[in-house]
């Protein structure tokens, strides 16, 4: 049974940082592309970074350039996105997934397989 599990997320002050988490089984995680994508209330969830199989290639979107970070440890199954510096604008419930991959990563929603339940980050002073 694939589990994507999310954790890390809370209420954090605008410039300070978060670590967000997300712990995979089930399936084979280094054969697997992941991601991490977010929805805030009232908006359509949109891809915020993902990173290849074996962690050396990673795509982030432009509003988390430079901020974020998303990092792999593939014998703990485990991806990370480092969050520095966030703005209330990145409270959102932030997604991981998984993909098999492809000729290059994607930074598309229905392109992912496997989906984590969320974990709520709320940045606000």
């Known amino acids: 049974q694939v589990q994507l599990q999310a954790s890390g997320g809370g209420l954090v002050q605008p410039g300070d940082s978060l670590r967000l988490s997300c712990a995979a089984s089930?399936?084979?995680?280094?054969?697997?592309?992941m991601g991490w994508f977010r929805q805030a209330p009232g908006k359509k969830r949109e891809f915020v970074a993902t990173?290849?199989?074996?962690?050396?290639?990673?795509v982030y979107a432009d509003s988390v350039k430079g901020r974020f970070t998303i990092s792999r440890d593939n014998a703990k199954s485990t991806v990370y996105l480092q969050m520095n510096s966030p703005k209330p604008a990145d409270t959102a419930v932030y997604y991981c997934?998984?993909?098999?991959?492809?000729?290059?990563?994607?930074?598309?929603?229905?392109?992912?397989?496997?989906w984590g339940q969320g974990t709520q980050v709320t940045v606000s002073s």
């Open positions: 990173i290849s199989r074996r962690g050396d290639n990673n």
């Open positions: 089930g399936f084979t995680f280094g054969s697997y592309v």
């Open positions: 997934a998984a993909y098999p991959g492809g000729p290059y990563l994607s930074t598309a929603e229905h392109e992912y397989d496997y």
